[in-house]
DNA sequence: ATCTTTGCAAACTTTTTGCACCAAT
DNA sequence: ATTGGTGCAAAAAGTTTGCAAAGAT
């Protein structure tokens, strides 16, 4: 388990002047333990093992109320849902087009890039908010499937 | 008038043993005097100026088929919408997300980072499909208002 | 007691699809 | 004459919202 985290969590919603509720309780820990990556649905099935009926709207007004005190962060990973992690993972996506496999890299590989858009541009990236699609090492030979 | 480009799509369609319509031709002409960054909306409601019969669903449909011949490349700039552009545009898109603006700038910024993830994880980047966030010079002190 | 959060259903937004008709080759 | 494209309406997919009831402080 991973108490700490979970543990410090709930005291920012608190310190925000939220609530913790059964269903944001149960959704930090959904999380905590997931690796990232995962869906609003995904979330909410996981909330719903224990749950059942915490709706998939709450699973989305808590994400919310997490990312307004920057606790949680989302990315868009090409079409359709978005997908959720803790804003502590400090890397980013690389998303294969191909295979559809999600890799994870440390955010300094970008730091470079971050550097010159400053400098030429004043443009100051916040990276982690979209994903770098492409195609991982097994599938750069094959042509990405439309997306 | 930009008729060489317009002429060399039209012939691609053609090529691909597509049919050259009237609302394909009407929607050719939108994109190549279209600035990038138009969504399918932006591209309907241009189109239906001269051709007001011309469906938002087929300006999607014509949009997937120019894209499945390598002519158009989409992005998603953010939530909602996604926005079309001709492939020949050869950059990428900085969007503020505080004051919402949309800048262009080359893509040879992201070799660097290309051949960097290139060699360390084998991954080779197709970056037109989306967008870096973060924000502009004159916003740079602002918080990102929450998207 | 107060004020936030919840569950539900319904709305909303963007994109896709089924189908019968039309038009380009 | 074919076969692919089109308009329309309706469905899908993902997310948001209004409301009254429930729950946290």
Avoid: M, W
């Amino acid at each position: 388990v991973v108490p700490e985290r979970q543990d410090r969590i709930i005291a920012a919603i608190r310190e925000s002047g939220g609530r913790v509720t059964t269903a944001r309780r149960a959704l930090v820990s959904a999380l905590v333990r997931a690796d990232g990556h995962v869906t609003a649905e995904d979330l909410a099935e996981t909330v719903q093992k224990d749950h059942p009926d915490v709706h998939l709207s709450t699973v989305y007004r808590s994400l919310d109320a997490l990312e307004h005190i920057g606790v949680v962060d989302h990315v868009h990973l090409g079409h359709g849902r978005a997908v959720y992690h803790l804003a502590d993972e400090r890397h980013e996506h690389l998303v294969c087009e191909v295979c559809g496999r999600v890799q994870e890299v440390p955010d300094a590989i970008f730091e470079q890039l971050a550097a010159e858009l400053l400098e030429s541009y004043g443009f100051t990236i916040r990276p982690k908010h979209f994903a770098v699609l492409g195609s991982c090492r097994g599938c750069a030979t094959r042509t990405p499937s439309q997306n």
